[in-house]
């Protein structure tokens, strides 16, 4: 079994070796890896039991523990000298540090996404070689068969959900790509480009993103809608306003429920979007970020009358500078959306079954409805796109464009009468 020794240099840095023989026999050979951080070291150890206690593939001596190019202290004599190239990590960390846009808490979110998914990770090229960790690569070392390989890798990776193994869906893979990797090898041919030319992440096949569609027996429409809208006031006025937003907006659950009375003009019936709920990575508490789900999630939109008389209503009395939360939990606190279902919701579901409604909808089922009731008004796709604060058109056409064939129809009449040499 290996173990691992934590140790102190004379100049009080500290390190963790781990140590094994060769293959679990008393007689191996004895064989050792230094690292830096403790957390990397039991990573490390773990690995070494997993290959039945020898070296794990992929990880020289001297690798540090997961390759990250982890380095000692300088003044630490036996720390090994920085590569003249940079590795991918020393390359993520600098991209993350002159990333202004981003809050503390969101870089924290994109390093944990990077330190689970990519750093430690060895892939297998398309020649049958295994390169990595991933992390202790310099740039130069990192093109498109790595990258493809990496996704090969995190597509066949599992997790364990509820008791139960499932894999990565196409969807994280797509997130830490353009989040994390994509935006790191844009930094590195920024700043290296004598090392990185052009960045591989702009040839490598994703995934297909599977399941985003939304077709109409999914969402509420017409009059279902004002259904959905009373029952919901019959449970609570806070159900109400919650659908009356959601419809009459668009917005995600995380952006209603981080909504403050400062980023409502009621004069001018405009809401803007200035940051969304999220869960902290360690502590799974929920807490207002000043980021979204992209950056075009930040966004301000013109709200209907319907959502000004409900905003008007619930905000009487109230600072129209505050920056409490307008949506809140029974505590005060951020409204907690199982709490949310349990004490709300679910009498809302109870009652459109006895009143018959077909479709069993969700709160981000009214998002999908106000997508649609645009869209079938032949609102142009880009304006709902702004609306819904999607990254790009690309992602709207995905999940709605289908729901529009008579623009479709329209193109083609054009095309005809152009073919034909009818006017328009």
């Known amino acids: 079994m290996a173990s691992i020794e934590e140790r102190v240099s004379s100049k009080g840095v500290k390190s963790w070796r781990i140590v094994w023989r060769e293959g679990g026999a008393r007689t191996g050979a004895r064989d050792s890896e230094t690292c830096y951080d ?77 330190v689970n998914h990519v750093q430690a990770a060895i892939v297998t090229l398309p020649d049958g070689r295994k390169v990595g960790p991933l992390g202790g690569l310099t740039i130069d070392q990192i093109d498109e068969d790595v990258l493809q390989a990496w996704v090969t890798w995190m597509g066949s990776r599992t997790y364990a959900w509820r008791g139960q193994k499932r894999r990565y869906s196409p969807k994280t893979i797509h997130n830490i790509h353009g989040s994390v990797i994509a935006p790191a090898l844009a930094y590195a041919v920024r700043k290296h480009k004598e090392h990185m030319p052009s960045n591989p992440c702009l040839d490598v096949r994703l995934p297909k993103l599977v399941g985003r569609s939304v077709s109409l027996d999914q969402v509420p429409t017409g009059e279902e809608i004002q259904v959905w809208i009373a029952l919901a006031y019959q449970v609570s006025a806070l159900a109400g306003d919650i659908v009356t937003l959601a419809m009459g907006t668009g917005l995600r659950w995380a952006e209603m429920t981080a909504l403050r009375p400062c980023d409502v003009d009621l004069e001018r019936r ?37 959502v000004v008389m409900m905003l008007t209503r619930r905000l009487r009395g109230v600072d129209p500078k505050s920056k409490e939360l307008i949506f809140r939990g029974a505590r005060g606190g951020i409204l907690n959306s199982s709490g949310w279902s349990q004490t709300h919701w679910r009498k809302v579901v109870a009652l459109a079954e006895e009143h018959a409604l077909e479709t069993a909808a969700t709160p981000h089922k009214f998002r999908h409805a106000h997508a649609t009731e645009l869209l079938a008004a032949n609102v142009s796709l880009d304006t709902v ?22 623009a479709d129809q329209r193109a083609v009449d054009v095309v005809d009468q152009v073919m034909s040499g009818r006017s328009a």
Not at 68 to 74: D, T
Not at 390 to 400: E, N, Q
Request: aromatic residues 6%; positive net charge; contains cysteine.
């Open 270 to 306: 405009l809401l803007t979007v200035a940051g969304a709920i999220k869960e902290d990575a360690a502590t799974r508490r929920p807490y207002r970020a000043t980021y979204g789900k992209s950056d075009k999630a930040l966004r301000t939109i013109r709200i209907p009358a319907s």
């Open 385 to 406: 796109s702004k609306r819904l604060g999607h990254a790009s058109i690309a992602v709207t056409s995905d999940i709605y464009g289908h729901l529009t064939p008579e």
């Open 38 to 114: 403790r957390r990397t070291a039991r990573r490390f150890k773990g690995l070494v039991e997993a290959a039945g206690d020898r070296r794990p593939e992929g990880y020289p001596k001297g690798c540090h523990g997961m390759g990250i190019g982890e380095r000692a202290p300088q003044e630490d004599a036996a720390a090994p000298p920085a590569p003249s190239i940079p590795t991918l990590t020393a390359v993520v960390e600098a991209c993350f540090a002159q990333n202004k846009k981003a809050d503390a808490r969101q870089v924290a979110d994109y390093r944990r996404l990077y």
